[in-house]
């Protein structure tokens, strides 16, 4: 993308607009949930743009999309001396939608924009069709990835029908102490507070903390969440929202509600590590690969070089049909890209705040 195209996104209100609506094309082309991106509330502050280079965050989309192959009462390791079964199906939303869906759908737009920022991405699944590891599993794989911080993306659910009385989010942080020093150690300093940063930007955004399951100013105490019991970085664990609730539900399964709830977890990950100590270099056991030189970023990057001739004439097209004709043309693989491309040029130019 040329530096012409830039400051034309800058300082023309027309062409701004052009660029969201071209965003829309995309997501529809794509098949993305960023039809309609909102925007943060406007004392929402994000650090600058390129913030989080050098910095390592391991997502973990809750649950997964089959479990064929796989037993889910296999009992694994609680991180309490215990164990507990391997994974579950996760909720469905009284609109129908998966949790494990909604989970994905919106940790990669996180993501996209965390990337867009310079962060290195690690996530718990590579997709949301297939299997994605048992609880003890995920903690190892945040374990390895030797993140900043690990924060994992799950939506609640109260009953089977419809719950209006319950809603909010909360952030479920570990009954202390845990068997293990360093979780013990990591979880009650740095986790704690990543997941009081990951609270307050929630609130910043407009959400309201849960009203049920003794959750105190969007913070719940428990003892049998494992992803958090045997995670040695700063571990979140995020309820986005009750799924049983209709409003909760809507907002979490529509494009509109899911952009919100991604921008407000991609600024809660940059308020933390604004602040968080940048980790010292871990020594290598023999024989392990450094997971960070494996060439995926170099990749993305010649990906989204290679779109740019393409990112100019979107920039020129005057309608969502122009917009639509140039993708389909291009293929699904190229839209993909080019989608990636926009969210990173729109979160970083507008700093986390999308110009609806």
């Known amino acids: 993308m040329s530096a012409a195209s830039v400051r034309r996104v800058r300082t023309h209100g027309g062409s701004v607009r052009r660029w969201i609506g071209v965003g829309a094309a995309l997501a529809v082309t794509a098949g993305t949930l960023v039809a309609a991106p909102v925007a943060a509330e406007p004392n929402s502050e994000a650090p600058a743009a390129g913030s989080l280079t050098g910095r390592t965050v391991f997502l973990d989309p809750g649950h997964q999309g089959s479990a064929d192959g796989n037993r889910l009462t296999k009992q694994v390791p609680d991180g309490r001396g215990g164990t507990k079964d391997c ?8 609109t129908g939608k998966k949790e494990h869906t909604i989970n994905w759908d919106i940790a990669q ?16 699944r590579a997709d949301d069709t297939g299997w994605g590891g048992c609880v003890d599993e995920r903690a190892e ?3 390895r990835s030797k993140a900043d911080v690990a924060v994992s993306l799950h939506a609640d659910s109260t009953s089977v029908g419809a719950d209006r009385g319950k809603s909010g989010f909360h952030m479920i942080v570990p009954s202390l102490p845990v068997p293990d020093a360093t979780v013990a150690s990591v979880q009650a300093g740095n986790g704690r507070k990543a997941s009081e940063a990951m609270r307050d930007a929630f609130k910043r955004a407009g959400f309201k903390p849960a009203n049920y399951a003794g959750v105190k100013d969007g913070i719940q105490t428990r003892s049998d969440i494992a992803a958090v019991n045997l995670t040695r970085v700063p571990a979140v664990f995020v309820e986005m929202g009750n799924l049983s609730n209709p409003e909760d539900a809507k907002n979490l399964s529509e494009a509109k509600g899911s952009s919100a709830y991604a921008l407000a977890i991609t ?32 990749e993305d990057l010649a990906a989204l070089a290679a779109v740019g001739p393409l990112i100019e004439e979107l920039a020129g097209a005057t ?12 293929g699904a693989d ?15 130019l507008f700093g986390g705040k999308l110009p609806i």
């Open 87 to 94: 994974q579950t199906t996760g909720a469905t939303a009284v």
């Open 109 to 124: 737009l996180v993501k996209a924009g965390l990337e867009s920022q310079g962060a290195r991405v690690v996530m718990s």
């Open 141 to 143: 794989a945040a374990n």
């Open 267 to 298: 600024n809660g990950i940059k308020s933390y590590l604004a602040t968080a100590p940048a980790p010292a270099p871990v020594p290598l056991a023999p024989g392990e690969a450094d997971p960070q030189v494996d060439g995926s970023e170099l």
């Open 319 to 330: 309608s969502l049909e122009e917009a639509q004709a140039l993708l389909l043309a291009q």
């Open 334 to 348: 190229v839209s993909a890209q080019v989608l990636k491309a926009m969210l990173a040029v729109v979160y970083t």
